[in-house]
């Protein structure tokens, strides 16, 4: 993402103009841009011009329209499935990174009327990479939002991480960003019951199809000779990441590819998971050899912390509490010492309550709050799978730095209201008998 221009003054109030380069761009906007905003970005609109005559004609016309946000979509690249009779790639050939696939939509009436447009039209913007986009808060920029910025800003960025999760006969592609997992691709091979006798059984020439198909798929759809990518992990259950590895090194040599055979020399990480399924990449991220290499990214970051709070959970669960209100009664009493958040909670939705306002300023204002404590703030990216698995917890917990006893602080929160009440009576009565 490209920072275009900025104003934002001490109390929130201003604009920022940003321009989307890839899909992980795209997601970026997708959680800084609320219900309420004022968004300007390039539109092609259907114009009518009616002659004298009283006839009309319709044409296209490119324009800037400014409109006030009502519904924001997200839609990530789909990734279809590919059978072996593909056609391969030409030999020696290398990778390049994946086209900008996803779709961000905004839609809402129009702010600021132009010649072919009135006031209060309704339009969907559909934002464009290389595109600029000005987006100014009406309510103001919150911490979050501006930090939002600031980091999707950061230069260098891009896919850290590519992972194929096969099994025998399956695999699935993905590249892993700081804030995005992306399925580019999925193939599916017919793979017979292995037979028991050697030679060119039908197993192994189905096993030799499949290669040949992964090997293609792979060069297509993992950027191998990007600068940015720190690993490639060959995940499955059993042993078929080593027959993968083994059946690729062999393929690059044939067809004197050196960038690929380095590449998987160097980068290589070979991992075992439960599943062939794109879940398990939670299990990857735990491994000590991923972890070891990218302990320093966002994303295995994410898994690690996620990964302490359910170990937290089991030993000693009143070290790990989750869900909005117990949250907030921990961070009430300087208790948490991780606290774990989803970007979901911040994001503008027309289908939850996510989309209240003053939910998102509860949530900016809890993670200030724990951060003016000193605690440590692990925002988590819901297009990753640890994410996912924390939405599933209500998208909020915090590891505590001390024991609490729900039952016995929700009790003393009783008392202490309780008492509130009784105090606001007295008040009251002594106010009547005067």
Partial sequence: MKLVGKYVDKNGAGYVNLRPEDDEDMWHLYNIIQQGDIVRAPAIRRVQNVSATGSTESHRVKLNLTIQVSRVEFSSSGAPSSSADQASSPAGSSSAAPTTTAALHISGPVASENRHVKMGAFHTLDIESNRDVRIEKVDGWDSVALARVEESCVPGRGAEVGAVVCGEGTAAFCLLSQHMTLVTHRISVSIPRKASAPGTSQYEKAMARFYATLYDAFVRHIPYTSPSLRAIVLASPGWVREGVFNAMMTEAGRRGDKTLSKALREKTVKVHVSSAHVHSLVEVLKSPEIVAQLKETKFAREGIVLDKFFKMLGVDEMRAWYGPDHVRLAADRGAIGTLLISDELFRSSNS?????????????????????????????????????????????????????DVEVVEAEEREAREEIRQQEAEILDGGGVG
């Fill in 352 to 404: 939850d309550s996510a989309s209240d306002p003053k939910l998102r300023k509860t949530y900016v204002e809890l993670v200030e709050g724990v951060q003016q404590k000193g605690a440590e703030v692990v925002m988590f990216s819901s297009m990753h799978e640890s994410g996912q698995q924390l939405n599933q917890l209500t998208g909020i917990a915090a590891i505590l730095t001390f024991p609490l």
